[in-house]
Structures are given as structure tokens and as C-alpha cells.
């Protein structure tokens, strides 16, 4: 079945420490790769977007993703990661274009 | 310069009235979509429009009806409220380069 799998549920994480996020699809071809962050009672922001090309792709307050599709994944990172960047991280693919298919989120803590 | 914008945040009603939800963009994208938000469900897809009159469900229409007479405006109805609807809405429109899709601040329904 066609589905995206974020496997970490909480993340925790000292500041000033870098970050990785997980995020694996299961699809036939390259869809449309997302990452987006909800902070509480927020809606959701996008934080950057692969379509083809350049495999490591770069987004939003210093985050990058990589693609690889040996592996089917497309994980978060972040060399530092500061406070403020506590919240939930969404990876979505979409797998024809139009509709988004979304993980079940990684909760990032991060302690002082 | 609001993007897109969500009515009202917070609602509370009782179960069997009739609820609508609104959603406005300004940057007429053609996609429209409607999404709740369960603890243990992620974000799932309630109905979406690819253009004005043009509409279409998704995961979990049942309970649901949608409407598109303009571009810009995709208002949700909740028929007869239920209280397994109580929920987080999120109303979304997608960028037409290609799958991103930006997200309203959504609106949180209570049904008691």
C-alpha cells in the first residue's frame, strides 16, 4: 500500500545540537517530496519542496533535506537546531500532483 | 495580504445543528482542500476542488458537503454535527507549480 512513514513519534534534542528527521514513502515512482512544521495551535508551514533535480534541497530557517531514492526517503536536517524550532514536523508526498499523502509526525523537543 | 484565512477559529455547537466552516485565499490558486486533524490520525483529506464548481472527496467525506462557486472561497458544511467531528479543520490551497500546498490557520470545532 501506498503510504509515508515518519518512524520516530518525539524527537528530543539539545540546542545547538544537530537535528535529523526521518521520512520513507512507498510509492512506484518520485512523487512530490514535502516537509512542513506546525507549531502548537498553528496551522501548517511549509518548509521546503523536492520536485526533481538537485537531490539535497535547501528550505526555510536553515533547514535542508536530502532525497534519496534508493531508499525511498527524504530526511529533515538541521545543523543546529535552536529552541524555537520545537514543534511538529510533517514530511507529505504527492503522489500524483494534486492530493497530499501525510505522515503521522515526529514531535521535536528540544532541551536548553 | 492575508494568503489564507479561516472562519471562525473556534466553534463550539451540539450534535445535529449545522455548521460551515469558511475558508478564503487571495492568491487565486485553482486547488482547494479541506483536512481534519485527529490525535492518532494525522491529517486526512475531506474533500477537494480543482476549480471553481468542480469538486471531489477524499478519505473521510461522509458527514460532509462542500461548495466552490468562487475561486476563492471553499466553505465546509457539517450537515448535522456528530460528535466524532469534533475535530481540528485545516483548509489548504495548492501552489500551481506543482504540489505544495499552504495551509489556513484552521478552525477548532467542538460538537457536544
Known amino acids: 500500500a501506498q503510504s509515508v512513514t515518519q518512524p520516530d513519534i518525539h524527537i528530543t534534542v539539545s540546542e545547538g545540537a544537530s537535528l535529523e528527521l526521518r521520512c520513507n514513502y512507498s510509492y512506484g515512482a518520485t512523487p512530490y517530496l514535502f516537509w512542513y512544521v506546525q507549531s502548537p495551535g498553528q496551522g501548517l508551514q511549509l518548509l521546503l519542496k523536492y520536485f526533481s533535480g538537485d537531490t539535497l534541497v535547501q528550505g526555510i530557517k536553515g533547514f535542508e533535506a536530502e532525497f534519496k531514492r534508493s531508499q525511498s526517503s527524504f530526511n529533515l536536517r538541521k545543523p543546529s537546531v535552536h529552541w524555537s524550532d520545537a514543534a511538529e514536523y510533517f514530511c507529505?508526498?504527492?503522489?500524483?500532483?494534486?492530493?497530499?499523502?501525510f505522515g503521522a509526525g515526529t514531535i521535536l523537543r528540544v532541551k536548553s | 495580504d492575508a494568503g489564507i484565512t479561516q472562519s471562525p477559529r473556534y466553534k463550539i455547537t451540539e450534535t445535529g445543528r449545522q455548521v460551515t466552516l469558511m475558508c478564503h485565499q487571495t492568491w487565486s490558486h485553482s486547488y482547494m482542500f479541506w483536512y481534519r486533524q485527529d490525535l492518532g490520525h494525522g491529517l486526512r483529506l475531506i474533500y477537494y476542488?480543482?476549480?471553481?464548481?468542480?469538486?471531489d472527496k477524499g478519505e473521510v467525506p461522509d458527514g460532509y458537503v462542500v461548495s466552490r462557486s468562487k475561486t476563492e472561497n471553499f466553505p465546509l458544511t457539517l450537515e448535522s454535527a456528530t460528535r466524532s467531528q469534533t475535530s481540528v479543520y485545516f483548509c489548504?490551497?495548492?501552489?500551481?507549480?506543482?504540489?505544495?500546498?499552504?495551509f489556513g490557520p484552521g478552525t477548532r470545532l467542538l460538537v457536544l
Open positions: 507529505a508526498v504527492a503522489p500524483g500532483g494534486n492530493k497530499l499523502v
Open positions: 476542488s480543482a476549480a471553481a464548481d468542480i469538486t
Open positions: 489548504a490551497s495548492r501552489d500551481t507549480l506543482g504540489g505544495a500546498q499552504y
